[in-house]
């Protein structure tokens, strides 16, 4: 009996689908967390054509920003659990310490426009108390309306 030595030939590729599973799985994983990842609370602020604030100054001094949603409640983005809300006392709490540590600190108020004008003022008196001597309300920028049509006699579309 003779032994056959078999001698095999080496291959020069590299097997791609492993890597392809991967990308693939990581594809979906990140499509699943992607929007789960949105920080914040959602609500929807009025429009107004105010001028936006000094952008090195912000880049300085992070901004504490109290937000009140739809429900009246109250939300701060500086300390843990920034996307649950926090009771009144806890935020005049935080905001005293922020403006302690950095005095200069913006203070600016996020409202939802369905929120009653007074749960907004006793956002304000909180943040006064806490310290807080300017303050100042987040909005959208106002939507530009369209120019007037003009017909052809050179007078607004619509117009007598």
């Given at each position: ?15 791609v ?8 799985v ?5 499509m699943i ?11 929807d ?6 001028q ?6 912000l ?7 109290v937000?009140i ?13 920034s ?14 310490a922020?403006?302690?540590r ?11 426009t369905?929120?009653?004008y007074?749960?907004?003022v006793?956002?304000?008196v909180?943040?006064?108390?806490a ?9 959208d ?5 369209p120019p ?6 050179g ?6």
């Open positions: 009996m003779s032994t056959r030595v078999r001698s095999r030939k080496l291959m020069g590729e590299i097997n689908v492993p890597y392809i599973d991967v990308m693939l990581l594809l979906i994983i990140f967390t992607a929007p789960l990842l949105k920080e914040g609370v959602k609500v602020l009025p429009q107004a054509g105010a936006p604030l000094d952008a090195a100054f880049a300085r001094h992070e901004p504490l920003i937000t949603d739809s429900h009246g409640r109250y939300y701060v983005n500086i300390g843990r659990g996307d649950r809300p926090i009771p009144e006392a806890a935020v005049e709490a935080r905001a005293a922020v403006l302690r950095d005095p200069a600190t913006p203070v600016l108020v996020k409202a939802d369905t929120v009653p007074g749960a907004v006793r956002a304000m909180l943040l006064q108390k310290g807080a001597a300017k303050l100042g309300f987040l909005t920028p106002e939507r530009t309306k007037a049509r003009q017909d052809s006699s007078g607004a579309a619509g117009a007598p």
